[in-house]
């Protein structure tokens, strides 16, 4: 259980650094004004306007914080020398990753709650309509939105020596994603196999599934058959999903896309955090 030490370790370290204030002070804020600004809407009496809120605002937040507080996780410890130190004690290059990642996933986990018990509270004691459900699948949904984002800045992190390609790279990340650059991907490569000219006529096939496969995408498919309503319009992963979806918006090949944007990141980072020389 070494990498449970690294784990409360990055988690104390957070604390000490003023890190985990400053993000539990900004996110707490922006939780107290949705909290507010629907409570006091009353036009906004329904159970599905805080859930909405919470989902778009921070969706967009959420990748924020975890590729912050991840991308010099590992790059960092080496470039103070920190790593060295904890290799000469009884700790793996293995349980360093996976410490590193459960800490930082602690972290948002951390922030992320307090934030919507704040902006849950103040919305309630508002008297606004209150949904646990549809609160708790939003959260859910946001916290794995950081997991997600968390293991792609780790992964950077663990795979460069450089604090600065570390940092472009989670900025590169939150580019592609978030501002869904990834859907302009099959353009442009359609682009190049037309011979540079602009692409005509419907999608192919795969074009369509490359655009599934983004992490946001995933959620979306993976969740939709739990909050329909809250996911019909959810502007990070752009489109709908039908009531007869094909293979590939199924929540199975869905809950594999998402696996494989936890897992694939840190482990193409730890291959290289392991192969290479301090």
């Not at 590992?74 to 000469?88: D, M």
């Not at 604090?163 to 991907?185: E, R």
Request: net charge neutral; hydrophobic share 55%; no cysteine.
């Amino acid at each position: 259980m070494r990498w449970l030490q690294i784990a409360r370790k990055d988690f104390d370290d957070s604390r000490r650094e003023r890190q985990l204030y400053y993000l539990l002070a900004l996110f707490g804020l922006v939780g107290l004004g949705i909290g507010y600004f629907v409570g006091d809407n009353s036009a906004m009496a329904d159970a599905r306007i805080l859930p909405f809120f919470l989902l778009n605002l921070f969706g967009f937040l959420a990748p924020i914080a975890a590729l912050t507080i991840s991308q010099g996780d590992i790059v960092g410890k080496r470039a103070t020398g920190e790593l060295s130190v904890l290799l000469s004690l009884p700790f793996s290059r293995h349980a360093i990753v996976l410490g590193s990642f459960i800490g930082r996933v602690a972290i948002s986990t951390a922030i992320l709650l307090v934030t919507f018990v704040l902006a849950i509270a103040v919305a309630t004691a508002m008297g606004a309509p209150f949904e646990a459900g549809l609160l708790v699948g939003t959260f859910l949904l946001v916290w794995a939105i950081g997991v997600i984002f968390a293991a792609i800045a780790l992964g950077i992190s663990a795979l460069t020596r450089s604090t600065t390609i570390a940092a472009g790279g989670s900025f590169g990340a939150f580019l592609l994603f978030v501002f869904q650059l990834w859907s302009l991907i099959p353009t442009g490569i359609r682009y190049v196999i037309g011979g540079l000219s602009i692409p005509a006529g419907p999608r192919p096939e795969w074009a369509v599934v490359f655009n599934q496969l983004s992490p946001f995408a995933g959620l979306r498919n993976l969740a939709q058959p739990f909050l329909p309503d809250l996911l019909g319009d959810f502007p990070l992963a752009p489109g709908a999903v039908g009531a007869s979806p094909p293979w590939y918006q199924e929540p199975v090949f869905a809950g594999f896309v998402v696996l494989a944007w936890i897992v694939l990141p840190l482990a193409i980072g730890f291959w290289r955090f392991q192969t290479t020389d301090l």
